[in-house]
């Protein structure tokens, strides 16, 4: 079992993803156009969420993300 705790950083959009990957995060949440958790973020279009996605794997992070 596994007890190291993971940092989890919010991204609302690319450039704040890259930014919280650049800065140690182990997983980021992303969220699509049509729902989100926090008021007033830009969240990520479908292409957006792809890029974002892949860039991630690249950078062997995690996602946790809501896209509908």
């Known amino acids: 079992m596994n007890n190291t705790p993971e940092l989890l950083s919010p991204a609302g ?5 890259r930014f919280g990957i650049a800065y140690g995060a182990d997983a980021v949440y ?8 926090r008021a007033a973020a ?3 279009d479908d ?3 792809r890029e974002g996605i892949a860039y991630a794997h690249a950078q062997c992070v ?3 993300n809501h896209h509908q």
Request: net charge neutral; aromatic share 10%; hydrophobic share 45%.
């Open 13 to 17: 959009d690319l450039d704040k993803m």
């Open 30 to 37: 992303m969220a699509g156009t049509r729902f989100g958790m």
């Open 62 to 64: 995690t996602i946790h």
């Open 47 to 49: 292409n957006a969420l």
């Open 42 to 44: 830009t969240n990520f």
